[in-house]
């Protein structure tokens, strides 16, 4: 089995037990297989698995980088048994049909593949990354959903849009017509593939419009016949649970559903709008959980001291940052570090966006009264040792989380402030008194997400001398330094990104902070104190990614513009 090759890689010496472990926690907690992860965590790269597997299982290696698949051989095996085997065709000579396989020691499925094609199987080995690449490339849902809404114009006798009781009556009558769900599925599938993070349908006069969050940017899909938009609304509220005679107020709900072998969770919101209820969907796939502290582009020192105010046995940790600049998977990674059979974690979520084994989580409901400070109040009689409060709102929240961490218990939270120094000010405009603030916080970390510029059509940038003022840097400070950029290509689908990398600001509270604290200081002389004792701001942390060639100078402009050295 694929699973077992993590053993032999470390009989071979090509990994450590301690990059086996991370990278069978990884599957544990987030899916996928051993040999997957320890690429992904970087344990070994995709040309010594590939070696390796191919000397395995004594059949040859194929490179699927850069491939592209023949839409006559992909016809030959159906997208759900590629997917299941995870088998891709690459080629056909006579009767013979070269197959990629992730394992190519299946003999179940070699036996499959050659009964549904009716072609002997020569299997080559490619790594499990590659071969899902292909397959997402290979089975794109973007034909399938042209399909889909073709047939739908075929199928579906839809009435005038116009008439808005007919229009009531169509949304519930089509519902269950398999063309509506099919493109449902296929639109839900379709995002989970690119990895985008959200999914927006909004109907506007006699359009409707899809678009797909991917790497934190909006990017049109498709746009579906506006005839069909009561039943595409109506099918994902009956999917959510919600109500679909409901179109007055906004409404949430949840849908749990499979994909790609993968369980998916929803988060639904429709919100009615003047042309219809538009429709937006949280995707929360664990399978994207990077919960490896070491992987989240973390600089040396600031790692060190991010570790260190975790790993105190009290006092508050702080993570500030905008919505969607990735707090609440820093959080969870703090929590799977400290997370041992010997402490007891408990969280207050709102929402619960992934289920962690061995934390207790809670969620929010304010309709009942179990707000913030009263999950605080009720865990600091369940013996807890570490407590992650989902986000600081008010004073009742501040207090008492202050409290805990003031009394023997590590607290995790979130702010919303635009920098870390300037946390400080807003705990104590909540009116959590100054000596308190300096008793109770160890660290305070403000981050955002820049994206990352596409491995696959990167080329070398040039930095003019208005860039170089702008960014507040000299020609000499860029020795050495690997300035890039995207073009943009199928990989990126022509945005020259792809993936996100963290930038962080960690504010470890020193005694010269304290004294500052305590003394009501600006946050202007709290950061300059703070960077002369060698914190990295936002800015200049996002200037290292730069100079190594992980982002671009858009990106960092864009993204710590309200930060300045």
């Not at 938009?229 to 949430?252: C, F, G, H, N, Y």
């Not at 402030?417 to 603030?437: C, K, Q, Y």
């Amino acid at each position: 089995m694929v699973e077992d090759i993590g053993q032999k890689l470390l009989e071979a010496q090509l990994i450590d037990g301690n990059a086996l472990q991370k990278a069978a926690l990884q599957q544990k907690t987030a899916g996928g297989t051993v040999t997957g992860n320890l690429v992904k965590i970087g344990a070994l790269s995709e040309e010594t698995l590939l070696d390796f597997l191919s000397k395995h299982y004594n059949v040859p290696a194929i490179d699927l980088k850069g491939f592209e698949p023949d839409p006559a051989l992909t016809r030959l095996i159906p997208g759900d048994v590629a997917s299941k085997f995870m088998a891709l065709p690459v080629s056909k000579s006579g009767r013979r049909l070269v197959v990629a396989m992730a394992n190519p020691s299946n003999i179940f499925a070699i036996d499959d593949i050659k009964f549904i094609t009716g072609y002997e199987v020569e299997p080559h080995v490619a790594s499990e990354a590659a071969v899902k690449k292909a397959l997402d490339r290979a089975y794109d849902s973007a034909g399938t959903m042209a399909d889909v809404m073709k047939n739908m114009e075929e199928d579906l006798d839809v009435v005038d849009e116009d008439d808005s009781a007919a229009e009531n009556d169509a949304g519930l009558g089509q519902v269950n017509d398999a063309p509506i769900v099919k493109l449902v599925n296929s639109l839900i599938a379709d995002a989970v593939r690119k990895g985008a993070s959200d999914i927006h349908i909004e109907p506007y006069e006699k359009t409707m419009r899809v678009r797909f969050r991917i790497d934190g940017s909006l990017q049109e899909m498709m746009a579906p016949p506006y005839k069909f938009k009561a039943a595409i609304t109506s099918r994902l509220k009956i999917m959510a649970d919600l109500d679909i005679a409901e179109r007055r107020v906004p409404q949430d709900g949840r849908i749990k559903i499979k994909v790609i072998n993968r369980t998916i969770d929803l988060r639904v919101n429709s919100l009615p709008t003047i042309f219809g209820e538009k429709i937006v969907m949280r995707i929360l796939d664990k399978t994207n959980l990077n919960i490896d502290l070491e992987k989240l582009g973390f600089e040396p020192k600031s790692m060190k001291d991010f570790i260190a105010a975790i790993l105190n046995p009290y006092g508050m940790v702080l993570v500030t940052g905008p919505t969607g600049s990735g707090k609440t998977t820093t959080l969870y990674s703090a929590l799977s570090r400290v997370n041992t059979p010997e402490v007891n974690v408990m969280t207050a979520e709102d929402p619960v966006e992934y289920n962690l084994d061995g934390i207790n989580q809670v969620l929010v409901n304010d309709g009942v009264g179990l707000t913030f400070s009263a999950a605080l109040k009720a865990f600091l009689r369940q013996d807890p040792n570490i407590i992650m409060v989902g986000e600081i709102r008010d004073i009742d929240t501040a207090g008492i989380a202050t409290k805990a961490a003031l009394t023997g218990h590590l607290v995790l939270s979130t702010l919303h402030t635009n920098d870390a120094p300037s946390s400080i000010g807003r705990l104590i405009d909540m009116g959590i008194e100054p000596f308190l603030v300096a008793s109770s916080v160890n660290l305070i970390l403000a981050q955002r997400l820049v994206r990352k510029v596409c491995a696959s059509c990167r080329k070398p940038a040039v930095l003019t001398e208005e860039i170089l003022e702008e960014l507040q840097l000299d020609p000499a400070d860029l020795a050495g330094a690997n300035i890039v950029e995207g073009e943009g290509c199928v990989e990126c689908n022509n945005t020259g990104y792809r993936g996100r990398a963290g930038v962080y600001e960690v504010m470890a509270i020193t005694p010269a902070l304290r004294d500052l604290i305590l003394q009501r200081a600006s946050s202007i002389e709290i950061k300059r104190t703070a960077i002369e004792g060698g914190m990295l701001t936002l800015r200049r942390d996002a200037l290292q990614k730069l100079k190594r060639g992980i982002t671009s100078v858009e990106e960092v402009l864009k993204e710590t513009a309200a930060d300045k050295l």
